[in-house]
């Protein structure tokens, strides 16, 4: 029984890993200088299939910040009230401490497909509240950086800029995948059930679980 326990494990633990590992997608780390502004995003072309899994931004300082990810209108992102998921950002970062903070998505379910432009949005919730968000050339081809005073309009940073960002897209699994992790899950029922291999030919109901 302690074999089989531990053949189930290893293949929960393998179902689980490639089922929800969040993969590197879209990403600039270029800019050295940065901005800040009452409000500031970057849009971003989705490259990966899949769900939006998390969001790392690069900051000089960050203070009481709300990250939103909002569609956009030709290129630009969408205005107030049309945001896909918001969450509160974990850290706040003291003003010169440039680091990457992560934003965990996951609960949010938002799902992307390979082309969708989104906008990451930092909104701070107190007055005053603000973030330096580290800028710097034009080095990202599939969005720009933005900034607004106010939640009516949206301007361009001119030059063009791109903040630093990445996000990590959990991507929908593939046919090969599924038969993989079927064949996998069939192993460890046979396991289980001391089942030779020849009747596991007329088992067509594996539960895989999918977002």
């Known amino acids: 029984m302690l074999a ?18 969040g993969t590197l997608d879209q990403s600039h780390t270029d800019g050295s200088g940065n901005a800040g502004a009452p409000f500031l995003a970057q849009t971003f072309t989705v490259g990966i ?11 000089d300082l960050l203070a009481n910040a709300t990250l939103e990810i909002r569609p956009t209108v030709a ?11 918001e969450v509160l950002v974990p ?27 989104l906008a990451i949005v930092l909104v701070f919730e107190e007055l005053g509240s603000t973030a330096l968000w580290v800028l710097g050339g034009d ?6 950086g933005y900034f607004s005073t106010s939640s009516s309009s949206w301007e361009m940073y001119d ?11 959990i991507p ?17 029922w046979r ?21």
């Open 91 to 117: 850290d706040d970062v003291p003003n010169g401490n440039r680091t990457f903070v992560s934003v965990d998505l996951a609960s949010l379910n938002i799902a992307v497909n390979p082309g969708d432009q």
């Open 4 to 21: 089989v326990g531990r053949i189930l494990a290893i293949a929960l633990g393998i179902c689980s890993h490639i089922l929800h590992a």
């Open 49 to 59: 299939g899949g769900f939006l899994d998390q969001v790392d931004i690069e900051v």
């Open 191 to 211: 396991c289980k059930n001391d089942q030779p291999l020849s009747r596991l030919t007329h088992i067509s109901r594996i539960c895989v679980p999918i977002r």
């Open 172 to 188: 929908e699994p593939s046919a090969a995948v599924l038969t993989a992790l079927g064949f996998v899950c069939l192993l460890a």
């Open 139 to 144: 080095g990202y081809s599939g969005g720009h």
């Open 159 to 169: 030059p063009p800029g791109d903040f630093n960002f990445r996000t990590y897209v």
């Open 75 to 85: 290129g630009v992102p969408a205005l107030g009230g049309t945001a896909l998921g």
